[in-house]
T-cell receptor, first 118, second 114 residues
């Protein structure tokens, strides 16, 4: 199974600033994702990080607010821009490796980045 | 109506009790049903998955899916303090290229008291 690390593990930021979260995987993976886990809410997919092209955003999330980079098959970053207290959440990186149509393709999650915006 | 409903708890049980965790859903296209366990300050980890209806057992854990009722359950037998975590149900419509499209419940926080 893939081992995922995230930096930073937590941060406290001021309103109006930006934070970049890094996700590193110990092996090359086909797909990487960014999720948000707000208190009392479901884990919600922000976007799919595509290697070599622009990320694919889910409804309600936009590139200006959550720019994403994926320079190679083991690394991605998520930036939370112009932060407000409503952005306080846990941000999780996830990876998924396609092993074929006849098997279950598990999704693995990183430990998360706990963000507090004051 | 949200696609997946899960009682957030918290649920507190004595050690050794049988725990029942449940989710209901509205999208009949869901075919894969997963249970993730998330310890405090950690990411979710897959506990079990089930395809379509039926039961699946893994040690002290049993997952049940009733597609006719759109209802899934996770049972934990002989619960241990180490089972204390948040349990998230998740669902996806198909395997293959679409199986990354997971829809999660809010999670149920479980505490097993020694």
């Amino acid at each position: 199974s893939a081992v995922i690390s995230q930096k930073p593990s937590r941060d406290i930021c001021q309103r109006g600033t930006s934070l970049t979260i890094q996700c590193q995987v110990d092996s090359q993976v086909t797909m990487m994702f960014w999720y948000r886990q707000q208190p009392g809410q479901s884990l919600t997919l922000i976007a799919t990080a595509n290697q070599g092209s622009e990320a694919t955003y889910e409804s309600g999330f936009v590139i200006d607010k959550f720019p994403i980079s994926r320079p190679n098959l083991t690394f991605s970053t998520l930036t939370v821009s112009n932060m407000s207290p409503e952005d306080s959440s846990i941000y999780l990186c996830s990876v998924y490796e396609w092993t074929g149509p006849s098997s279950y393709n598990e999704q693995f999650f990183g430990p998360g980045t706990r963000l507090t915006v004051l | 109506q949200k696609e997946v409903e899960q009682d957030p708890g918290p649920l507190s049980v004595p050690e050794g009790a049988i725990v029942s965790l449940n989710c209901t859903y509205s999208n009949s296209a869901f075919q894969y049903f997963m249970w993730y366990r998330q310890y405090s300050r950690k990411g979710p980890e897959l506990l079990m998955y089930t395809y379509s209806s039926g039961n699946k057992e893994d040690g002290r854990f049993t997952a049940q899916v009733d597609k006719s009722s759109k209802y899934i359950s996770l049972f934990i037998r002989d619960s241990q303090p180490s089972d204390s975590a948040t349990y998230l149900c998740a669902m996806s419509p198909v395997s293959g290229a679409g199986s990354y499209q997971l829809t999660f419940g809010k999670g149920t926080k479980l505490s097993v008291i020694p």
